[in-house]
């Protein structure tokens, strides 16, 4: 399932590269990153952590303190942002008011001296890509919240750029429309090859619609690789929180054999994890476990770690029930059900016989140290 | 309108307040009223009640050659003032609004401070200054510092629509392909446009309308039409000044309606809804 990107030449490389705005504090502080052609690139993180500074500085509209940004081996640093050749959609769209919807398509290509008829094809085509012929002649204020997305769209692939980047750009959209312009987006991704930096803090956005998803905290990234990858196997445990439901116990690790550990829980009791970031005997980890991944009763009869757990709420979902436990003195401890599994006889209060394998639960570095 | 429910003392005041309005604007239009229907008047003194109606005041004011050259005159400096304001001033707000540098709070008073001195002080001031430079009675000295008095206006006017400007429209026309100086007349000027017009209209007006600097830089050649109107009273009241404002006030007024209406349209296309 992992996804395989399409082409291996790299597009664009940040070697080292810091900013700080004060001259003190490093917003982004040790960046090196190689984007490959036609990749669906998305930086993720929590809000300051310096996606937006990154985007910028690819953009031109922020100069690197430190460290080069190459775009086709070529040094960007001293080319201003209208030389660099790269598409971007802003999140409040930045359509230009005081022209039509054709106006602002033919902009960019006007600009580049394009014939006239090479200038309708082209926003004509453009248009037709976002589904919005009809309206080439209407102005920006005359378009509803999503059709200003499309031509935001539109217009930063209207002059074939080799770069997008796009800066949160469904954020200002309802649920409804941001999941249906998503996958415009994908598609259109997929059908034009062009490579894409996508900023979000949705984690649902960035899991669905990306080749690779970057993790930033503070100025670094955490972990950069596919969505399969980041879910099923982060790398710290900050990425395992950020990314998805998860379940974490704390522990000392014992001893490490074969890529596993042994760990003491708080209470005493010790279970078998894949060791990934625990390192040595004596340490303290953070375990993590998907909710999906523990099994119940008699699945779990077969697992190297079993415990009880004592049932405290169900939660309904539709498709799926989350049970809400104490498993090992941790009271928050979610477990993920499909209603077709789910046993009549259960109440709150019962004892539940509960356990997961070795390989699915992985002890990272310590959340609290 | 009233609603049904309005008591006594409601309806009272919304007639009293309606009235106070009206007198308001009756005392803003008065010198108008005064002195338009007495450049009609056949007879030879600036006095009511006119006797009989006739157009002789106007021809003498076209008809003849110092009114005529006032006239010119205006429609050298005014224009000229205009330009040289408009795009000092439309630099200066655009320069304070987006760059960012030690002493920019200061630059500000300085550059309305020809609004706040009394324009007697700015006479005397440049002409004590322009002098030695050979900067009195001629056009340039004139031209320059009607457009100084102009410039506060197109400052504060430009100001005030560049701060509700989005910067990030700036960016996206880069991110196209638009170098700052393209940028600047094909997003930042159209959108600002409003501003730019009412400030130019202003400085105009300012150049148009003024006296005292005139009085001290402008020689016999120079000579504008409030100028010459100002002799003209001192000298002898002719009803030709009558005339003379009558013109002066047409086109004044034609000037804004035709900028307010181009501006009304440009404004009602950006935030027309569907
Ligand atoms: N122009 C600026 N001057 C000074 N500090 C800035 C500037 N722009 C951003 N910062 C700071 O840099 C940090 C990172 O900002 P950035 O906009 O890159 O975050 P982000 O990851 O995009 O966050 P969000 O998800 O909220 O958009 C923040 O602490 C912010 O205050
Ligand atoms: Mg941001």
């Given at each position: 399932m992992p996804e395989v990107v399409p082409d291996n030449d790299v597009l664009v490389s940040f070697r080292g590269v810091q900013k700080s705005y004060d001259g003190e504090s490093l917003i982004v502080k040790h960046l090196d990153l190689d984007i490959q052609k036609g990749e669906f690139l998305t930086l993720l993180g929590p809000s300051g952590s310096g996606k937006t500074t990154c985007l910028m500085m690819l953009a031109g509209f922020e100069t690197p303190t430190h460290g080069e940004i190459r775009l086709n081996g070529a040094l960007l640093n001293h080319v201003p942002p209208h030389k660099r050749n790269i598409g971007m959609v802003f999140q409040n769209y930045a359509l230009f008011p005081h022209m039509t919807v054709g106006e602002n398509l033919a902009y960019p290509l006007k600009i580049r001296n394009f014939s006239k008829s090479d200038v309708d094809a082209k926003v004509l085509h453009a248009l037709s890509m976002v589904k919005l012929e009809k309206l080439a002649h209407r102005y920006p204020a005359q378009l509803s919240g999503g059709q200003q997305q499309r031509v935001a769209l539109a217009r930063a692939l209207v002059f074939s750029p080799q770069l997008v980047l796009m800066d949160e750009p469904l954020g200002a959209l309802d649920k409804q429309l941001r999941e249906h312009m998503q996958m415009e987006i994908k598609h259109i991704h997929d059908s034009l090859g062009v490579t894409v930096v996508y900023v979000t803090h949705d984690q649902g956005e960035a899991l669905t619609m990306s080749n690779r998803v970057a993790v930033f905290k503070d100025g670094i990234i955490q972990q950069i690789d596919s969505a399969y990858t980041l879910y099923e196997a982060p790398s710290n445990s900050f990425v395992a929180s950020f990314i998805g439901e998860n379940n974490t116990l704390e522990g000392e690790v014992l001893s490490l054999q074969d890529g596993f550990c042994h760990v003491k829980l708080g209470d005493g009791v010790g279970l078998k994890a894949k060791a990934v970031c625990a390192d040595k005997a004596g340490a303290r980890t953070t375990m993590s476990i998907r909710p999906e991944r523990v099994r119940l009763n008699g699945?779990?009869?077969?697992?190297?770690?079993?415990?009880?757990?004592?049932?405290?709420?169900?939660?309904?979902?539709?498709?799926?029930?989350?049970?809400?436990?104490?498993?090992?003195?941790?009271?928050?401890?979610?477990?993920?059900?499909?209603?077709?599994?789910?046993?009549?006889?259960?109440?709150?209060?019962?004892?539940?016989?509960?356990?997961?394998?070795?390989?699915?639960?992985?002890?990272?570095?310590?959340l609290h140290p | 309108m009233l609603p049904n429910y309005a008591s006594p003392v409601e309806k009272l005041w919304y007639w009293t307040f309606r009235l106070l309005c009206v007198l308001v604007l009756v005392f803003l239009m008065s010198p108008l009223l005064a002195i338009i229907p007495l450049s009609f008047s056949a007879d030879s003194f600036l006095v009511y009640p006119i006797k009989s109606f006739s157009w002789r005041w106007?021809?003498?004011?076209?008809?003849?050659?110092?009114?005529?050259?006032?006239?010119?005159?205006?429609?050298?400096?005014?224009?000229?003032?205009?330009?040289?304001?408009?795009?000092?001033?439309?630099?200066?707000?655009?320069?304070?609004?987006?760059?960012?540098?030690?002493?920019?709070?200061?630059?500000?008073?300085?550059?309305?401070?020809?609004?706040?001195?009394?324009?007697?002080?700015?006479?005397?001031?440049?002409?004590?200054?322009?002098?030695?430079?050979?900067?009195?009675?001629?056009?340039?000295?004139?031209?320059?510092?009607?457009?100084?008095?102009?410039?506060?206006?197109?400052?504060?006017?430009?100001?005030?629509?560049?701060?509700?400007?989005?910067?990030?429209?700036?960016?996206?026309?880069?991110?196209?392909?638009?170098?700052?100086?393209?940028?600047f007349r094909k997003v930042v000027l159209p959108l600002i446009a409003p501003g730019v017009v009412s400030g130019a209209l202003f400085a105009f007006t300012t150049s148009f309308d003024e006296v005292v600097v005139t009085l001290f830089l402008a020689g016999p050649e120079q000579v504008t039409l409030p100028r010459q109107m100002f002799s003209g009273i001192k000298e002898n009241i002719s009803p030709a000044i009558a005339a003379a404002a009558a013109v002066l006030i047409l086109f004044s007024t034609a000037l804004l309606l035709t900028l307010e209406w181009l501006r009304g349209r440009s404004e009602r296309i950006r935030t027309a809804k569907a």
């Open positions: 699945a779990s009869e077969q697992c190297a770690n079993r415990f009880t757990g004592k049932l405290q709420e169900f939660i309904y979902f539709g498709d799926h029930v989350r049970l809400r436990m104490e498993v090992a003195g941790n009271a928050g401890f979610i477990v993920k059900v499909p209603v077709s599994e789910l046993d009549g006889s259960w109440s709150v209060g019962d004892s539940i016989a509960l356990g997961w394998n070795p390989e699915d639960i992985r002890a990272l570095d310590p | 106007y021809a003498e004011f076209f008809g003849n050659g110092e009114w005529m050259h006032s006239l010119k005159n205006s429609f050298i400096v005014a224009p000229a003032a205009t330009v040289l304001a408009t795009v000092l001033g439309t630099l200066a707000a655009v320069g304070l609004t987006s760059a960012n540098f030690p002493g920019k709070s200061l630059l500000m008073p300085v550059l309305i401070s020809p609004m706040v001195v009394p324009v007697v002080i700015v006479g005397v001031g440049a002409y004590l200054f322009f002098s030695p430079l050979g900067l009195t009675n001629n056009y340039l000295g004139l031209i320059l510092v009607h457009a100084a008095l102009g410039v506060p206006f197109v400052v504060i006017t430009v100001s005030a629509t560049l701060s509700g400007f989005n910067t990030s429209l700036i960016k996206a026309s880069a991110s196209l392909g638009a170098s700052p100086l393209l940028t």
